[in-house]
């Protein structure tokens, strides 16, 4: 399963570490692709949706899930 989410607050490489190790923490996942550019986060694996956006917001980004 993938889950997309839109990422923001993102402006160099250390924020996209941060956002993957977030994501990474997070239990369920499998693989994670940030793409700094694109604002986005696919998160491969069978992680809460809602687990997700709290990790990356903790990391004090902003995510939404991609409709």
């Known amino acids: 399963m ?5 990422i923001s ?4 490489g250390h924020c996209q570490s941060a ?4 994501l990474k923490s997070v239990s369920g996942v499998q693989d ?4 700094l ?3 986005t986060a696919q998160v491969q694996g ?3 949706p809602q687990a997700l956006l709290a ?3 903790d990391e004090g980004y902003g995510a939404q899930l991609r409709q």
């Not at 607050?9 to 160099?12: E, S």
């Not at 994670?32 to 793409?35: F, L, P």
């Open 2 to 6: 993938t889950t997309e989410l839109n």
């Open 9 to 12: 607050g993102m402006t160099c």
């Open 19 to 22: 956002v993957t190790k977030a």
């Open 32 to 35: 994670v692709n940030v793409d």
């Open 37 to 39: 550019a694109g604002g």
């Open 46 to 48: 069978q992680a809460d």
């Open 55 to 57: 990790a990356v917001k």
